[in-house]
């Protein structure tokens, strides 16, 4: 299986997802490793992953989706807010609607990835006005939570998704 590994980061934090899949699949056949380009890689799989933007992945990726047909695809994304699955199945059903019917889903996966240290500065700010936000509080406490990711569990955990939903299903 001719497999391509496409995806968009930001702060790094998608990147390093997608080296830990390319290191989990060192064995295989991988044709394409990067960011997207105007044209696809020929491949059999195809594994994509952005950083969350505004709730859904970045244009670049969404427009290299739609390009897909009749092939197997595996999302994978971080998000700087995160920690309940609920929260990554709604990203995913945002990104899932620009996936062509025709195309099977592997799977996907989300885990949470540090911010910019301008998006606390920018909560502190607010919180000096507003001292009683309890939104603003809890986004502060997720953004001291998200500066530890991605990490080992999560290093793990992409090994356990790569091998039960990429591994195993592209055999089938």
Known sequence: MRIAIIYSS???????????????????????FGNPTEELPNADIYIIGSWTDK????????????????KKIAYFGTAGFGG?????KKLF???KVNID???????????QGKMPMQVKERYEQMIIQNPEDAHLKVAIENFDEASIHPD????????????????????L
Do not use: H, P
């Open 10 to 32: 930001k702060t790094g934090n998608t990147k390093m997802i997608a080296e830990w899949i390319k290191e989990n699949l060192q064995k295989e056949d991988i044709v394409y």
């Open 55 to 70: 709730g859904n992945a970045t244009n670049d990726i969404v427009e290299a989706l739609k390009k897909i047909k009749n």
């Open 84 to 88: 309940s699955e609920e929260y990554y």
């Open 93 to 95: 059903e945002r990104v």
């Open 101 to 111: 019917s025709s195309n099977e889903i592997l799977g996907y996966f989300y885990c």
């Open 152 to 171: 080992e569990e999560d290093k793990n955990n992409v090994k356990t998704w790569v091998e039960c939903n990429i591994l195993n299903k592209s055999l």
